[in-house]
C-alpha cells in the first residue's frame, strides 16, 4: 500500500514537470501551429545554465531564474532564425526546422560541455520529507510547487489580461484576429519566448533531481507530445491536466510492469486513447464546412 | 508526350549503367558510403509516398526499417531461411505492419498522426530493445548471411551495390508507374482535399491504408538491404533520429516528386561526408545546414532547382507575360 | 409518377443545439430538376452534405435505388450514383484542368496492381478512352480548350464548368449543384442554366440548390423551399410562387414585382 501511494506520489510529482513542459508546448502550438520539436531542449538549456550558474556561487533560486531568462533570449534568436522565415509556409516545414534546432541545440552542447552527464547541488538536495511513510524529497516538492504555480500564473495570464485575449484569439482563428487588430506576429513571438522560457525553467528545476546532460530535452519532448495531444492541441487546461495522468502513468509503468517498457507503455496509451475517443482529441473532420 | 518518353527511357538507362558502374567501384570507403546511401534512399521514396503523394506525416518510419532488418535477420539466423525469402518475408510483414499502423491512425490529421507515427517508431525501438529473448537486446544480431545472386556472392561489396541500386530502381520504377495511375490520381487528390476525393467516389480510407502499407513495405526492403549488408543489426540504427532523417530528406529534395527524395539523399550525404572534416562539429553544422535549407527553400530542393532553371530558359517576355497574368487572377 | 432516384425519410441534422436541418422529407425523381430554395443558413448545403454523404444525419435515412442507409458514405454515395458540386469549389488549383477531371473517372479506372505495373493493354486502353471522355465533356462545357493549364489560372465560372466535369465524370444519375451561380453575373448565369438543361437532357436529374430565385423558378420542374431546416413548402414554380408561408417567410414581394 505505502509503496503504491510513493509510486502515486512520485508519478504526480514528475506529472506536474510535464505539464510545465506541455504548456509551453501546447501555447506554442495553439499560436503558431508549430509542433516544436526543440521544445525539450530549452529544459536542457535551463539545466545547463543552473549549473553553471550554481558552480560560479549563483544562489539556486537566482538561478532559476536567471534559467528563464536564458532560455528566453535563446529561444527569441531561434524564433527569428528559424521559425519567422517560414510563418507563411507549410506548418510542416517549422517543425522541420524545429527538429534542425534540436539536432543544432544538442550537438552544440555535446561539444561544448561534452555529454557526461553533470551533478547540480540545490540547496534541497538530499532532504526529503516523510508523510506517514511515503517519502517524498524536497526538491520534487519544489518542482511540484513551482510548476503549479507557474501553470496557473500562466493560466491567468492567458484568461485575464489583454496579451491572454489576444493569444487566444490568434490561437482560435489568425485571420480574423488580425482583422481585429491582434499584432499576430508580435504576439506569436512572445508566446514562443514565453513557452520555452518556461520549460527552460523545467529544466532548472529537475536538474538536482535527474542530473543535466546534452541530450535529457529528447524525452522531455516526447513526453510533452504525448501530454499535449491527450489534452489536446493547444488547450491549457487539458495539457496541464495530461501532464498530471502522463505522469501517473509513467510511474504506474515503470513501478508494477517494466521500467524498459515504460516509454512504450506510454506511447501505447496514446495509441488507445486516439483510437478510441479520437473525437475528443481529433481536429473536427465532420465539422468542416463544405 | 514523346518528349515523357525520352525522359523515361533515359531514365531506365541510367538505372541500368549505374548498376553496370557499380560493379567497377573498388574504393572500400566509397561503397560503404554509396551503399548506405542508396538505401537511405529507399526509405526516402518509401516516406515520399506517404508524406509527398497522400500527405500524410510520418514519423515512424524507422519501425518500418527496423522491422524489416530484423526480420532478415532473426529468420536467417535462428529459423535457417533463405535469404531472399526473409526478403520476401521482411517486404510482408513491415506491409503488413503498416496497414495495422495505418487501420487506427489514418482517422488522424497533421500533428496527430506526426505524433502517433512517432509513437510507433518509439515502440517498436523499445520492443527491439527490450524483448531480449527474441532480439537479443541492445547487442543486436549478428552473423546475418550475405546473399547470393546467380551464383556470385554479394559479400563483394561492388556486388551488393550493384544489387542495392537494382533495388532502388525497381522500387522508383515500381512507384512511378503506381503513381501514374488512377491510384496516384487518387492519392495526390487526397492529400489536397479529401473531401473532393470521396465525393468522387475515392475510397479515402482504403487508399490511406493501400499507402501506409506499400510504404511500409518498401521502407521493410530498405531494412532487410541493411541487415544482409552489416551483416548485423542493433535496435539504436532504428531510432528516432533515423526516422527523422528520413522524413528530412524527403521533404528537402522536394516531397511528391520522384527525383526528390533522390536528390535530397545524394546532396545530405554529401554533406554529411564533408562534415566528418569538422569531427564534432559534425552534427552541429547539420542541424545549422538543415534549418537553413528548409528556410530557403521550404518547398525543397528539386522543385526550387526546376523552378529556376525553367525560369532561366524563358524569355523574358513571356516572364513578363506570365507574371501579369499571374496578377491579375 | 416517376421513379425515384432518392428518397430522403425524416432527415434532421443537428449542430450542437441548431437543428440545421429537421424532419425533412423528399424525394428526387429521374430525369427531373429539382430546386432548392432559402434564406442563408436554412440548411440547403447541409442538406446537399447529407445527400452526398458528406453529413451523417442526426435522425432519419435515405433510400438510394433499392439501398437504404443512415450513415451514408460519401465514396459510397459516388458510387450510387450522386455527384455534386460545392458552394465554395474544390477542385485542386495546381493541378490541370484536365488532371483535375481524371479524378472523377477514378471509379472506371483500371488499378489492379498488376495491369498499372504491368501497363497492360487494357489499362492503356481505358486509361485513353477516360481522358477522351474527360476531354469531350471539356469541350461540351465550353472549357475544351482550357485542358492544360493550370485550375488556378482560371476563371470562376470556368472553374465551376471544371467541377461539374469532374463530377459528370462518375457518370452520375443524380447531379447535385450547390449555388452554382453564386458569384457569376446574369449571362454566365443564363449559359450554366442552360447547360443544366443540356445536362438534365443528358439522362441526370439536378438538385438545384440556388440563390437567384428567377433562376430556380425558370429551370426547375418543381421546387422545395427550406426555412430555419424545415421544409415549407413543395410543388411546382408556380404554386411555390403563389404560397403563402413561402411568400411571407422568405420571397416577399420579390416574385410578384
Ligand atoms: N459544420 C457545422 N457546424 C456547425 N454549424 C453548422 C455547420 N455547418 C452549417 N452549420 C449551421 O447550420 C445552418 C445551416 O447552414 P447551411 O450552410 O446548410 O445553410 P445554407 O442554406 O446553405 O446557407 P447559405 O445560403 O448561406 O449557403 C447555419 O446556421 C450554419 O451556421
Ligand atoms: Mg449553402
Known sequence: MAEFAQTLVNGLTVGTLYSLVALGLTIIYGVMNLANFAQGEFAMIGGFAAFFL?????????????????????????HLLANYPLRQSEPINMMLSSLGVSLFLVNLAQYLFSPTPQVVESPLSGKSLNFFGIFVSQQRLLIAFVSIVLCVVTYLLLEYTRFGRAVRAASLDPDTAVIYGVPTKKISFLTFVLGVALTGVAGALVAPVYYVYPTMGISLTLKAFVVVVLGGM?????????????????????????????????????????VFRPEGILTKVQGEKV | MNLQRLKFWSAILLGLGSVLASLYVQNMYLLNVIIL??????????????????????????????????????????????????????????????????????????????????????IVNVVLNNWTSLTNGPVGVRGIPAPALFGISLEYKNFFLGFALACLFVIVLLVYLVVNSAVGRAWKCIRRDEIAAQVSGINVYGYKLLAFAFSGGIAGIAGALYAAFMTLVSPETFDL??????????????????????????????????????????????????????????????????????????????KIQRGSEGRHL | MSEALIAAKQISVRFGGLWAIKDVELQVNSGEILGIIGPNGAGKSTFLNVLSGLQRPSAGHLVIGKEETADPKAWRMAKLGIARSFQTIRLIDDMSVLENVLIGTHLYAVKGFLQVVGRSRSWHQTERQLKEGALETLAWLGVGHKAELPVSMLPLQERRRVEIARALM??????????????????????????????????VSIVLVEHNVKLVMALADRVVVLDHGQKIAEGTPTEVAHNETVIQAYLGGEVHA
Not at chain 1, 550554481?54 to 531561434?78: C, D, E, K, S, T
Not at chain 2, 537553413?292 to 524569355?315: A, D, E, N, R, S
Not at chain 3, 449571362?187 to 438543361?197: H, I, P, T, Y
Request: contains cysteine; positive net charge; glycine residues 14%.
Open chain 2, 241 to 318: 533520429n533515423q526516422s527523422i532523417t528520413i522524413v528530412t530528406t524527403t521533404i528537402l529534395g522536394g516531397a511528391g516528386t520522384l527525383v526528390g527524395p533522390l536528390l535530397g539523399t545524394g546532396i545530405l550525404t554529401l554533406i554529411s561526408e564533408w562534415l566528418r572534416n569538422f569531427h564534432e562539429l559534425r552534427l552541429v553544422l547539420y542541424g545549422l545546414i538543415l534549418v537553413l535549407f528548409i528556410v530557403v527553400m521550404p518547398q525543397g530542393i528539386y522543385p526550387f532547382v526546376k523552378k529556376h532553371v525553367q525560369l532561366w530558359f524563358t524569355p523574358r517576355k513571356v
Open chain 2, 37 to 122: 546511401a542508396v538505401i537511405s534512399a529507399i526509405l526516402a521514396v518509401s516516406v515520399n509516398l506517404l508524406v509527398g503523394y497522400t500527405g500524410q506525416i510520418s514519423l515512424g518510419h524507422a519501425g518500418f526499417y527496423g522491422i524489416g532488418a530484423y526480420t532478415v535477420a532473426l529468420l536467417t539466423t535462428r529459423w535457417h531461411w533463405s535469404i531472399w525469402l526473409s526478403f520476401l518475408a521482411a517486404f510482408g510483414l513491415s506491409g503488413l505492419m503498416g496497414l495495422v499502423l495505418g487501420l487506427p491512425t489514418t482517422r488522424l490529421r497533421g500533428h496527430f498522426l506526426g505524433i502517433a507515427t512517432l509513437g510507433f517508431g518509439v
Open chain 1, 54 to 78: 550554481i558552480q560560479a556561487g549563483i544562489p539556486y533560486p537566482l538561478a532559476v531564474v536567471i534559467a528563464f531568462a536564458a532560455a528566453g533570449i535563446i529561444g527569441l534568436i531561434i
Open chain 3, 170 to 203: 462518375i457518370r452520375p444519375r443524380v447531379l447535385l449543384l450547390d449555388e452554382p451561380c453564386a458569384g457569376l453575373s446574369q449571362q454566365e448565369s443564363l449559359a450554366l442554366s442552360n447547360l443544366m438543361s443540356g445536362i438534365r437532357t443528358r439522362g
Open chain 1, 234 to 274: 493547444g488547450n491549457v487546461v487539458g495539457a496541464i491536466a495530461g501532464g498530471l495522468v502522463i505522469g501517473l502513468i509513467e510511474s504506474l509503468a515503470g513501478g508494477y510492469i517494466s521500467t524498459g517498457f515504460q516509454d512504450a507503455i506510454v506511447f501505447a496509451v496514446l495509441f488507445l486513447v486516439l
